[in-house]
């Protein structure tokens, strides 16, 4: 597809459970980005990768979130031990250079996680 | 760090212009950029402001004074589908990740 994509589009899980979100970004864009949107807030930044490599990770809550970017392309944001406070809407994005011009980025429709 | 606020809510009727403030405070200023987003959807880019001024495109301008760390979305002819949440977002300092607003949720009523 042309856009982000990101599966799955809605996760239940029971508090203490692992979870993991994937990301697909747009081809080519060597920056990704994980962000968290809670209700009637704006997105919050998390993590974000220039290639294989996080490059800012400061915006990960605990050490129950982690993200790899192994390849380069795709994302899996991985959370362990789920907690109910973690339910959220998980937002990724793209972007060919964030430096560049107006920065835009490309969004995700976003994986809504609801922890039980 | 960086804080950027904006109004939680406005309403506006169909075919009136509304316009939708934001400020902030950065320890380096990179530009204000503004996001659209429906609800369940994906916030999409609307504009970018780096310079002083008004930039238009179609129905929606925005408004940069770097003087006031202030800026300003204005959309035109409003029609109902631009119900949706406005966010003003910045660059953090090392241009590598946007800073958002909470937001404000724009209803057009008929």
């Known amino acids: 597809g042309a856009g982000v994509s990101q599966t799955p589009s ?6 203490g459970k692992y979870v993991e979100l994937r990301c697909d970004p747009i081809s080519g864009h060597t920056a990704l980005y994980w962000y968290r949107q809670s209700l009637g807030q704006g997105p919050e930044f ?17 050490d129950r979130f982690f993200a790899v ?3 380069g392309s795709v ?10 406070g973690d339910s959220a809407v998980y937002l990724c994005a793209s972007t060919a250079d964030p430096r ?9 429709e976003g994986s809504r996680l609801t922890v039980l | ?16 212009i509304v316009q939708i403030n934001c400020t902030y405070q950065t320890s380096g200023f990179y530009g204000l950029s503004w996001y659209q987003q429906h609800d369940g ?7 970018y402001n780096a310079l002083d001024g008004l930039e238009e495109t179609g129905r929606f301008s925005s408004f940069l004074s770097r003087s006031d760390s202030y800026g300003y979305l204005l959309l035109q002819e409003l029609q ?17 990740a946007l800073t958002f607003g909470s937001g404000t949720r724009l209803q057009v009523q008929p």
């Open chain 1, 10 to 15: 809605n996760k239940v899980t029971e508090k």
């Open chain 1, 46 to 62: 998390l993590i974000y990768f220039q290639g294989t490599g996080a490059a800012d990770d400061s915006g990960l809550p605990n």
């Open chain 1, 69 to 71: 970017r192994p390849e």
């Open chain 1, 75 to 84: 994302s899996t944001l991985k959370i362990q031990r789920t907690e109910r």
């Open chain 1, 100 to 108: 560049g011009g107006t920065g835009e980025l490309f969004f995700g």
């Open chain 2, 1 to 16: 760090g960086q804080s950027l606020e904006q109004p939680s809510e406005v309403t506006a009727v169909e075919g009136a």
């Open chain 2, 41 to 47: 959807g994906a916030p999409t880019f609307l504009s």
């Open chain 2, 80 to 96: 109902m589908k631009d119900s949706a949440s406005y966010f003003c977002a910045v660059p953090d300092t090392g241009r590598r």
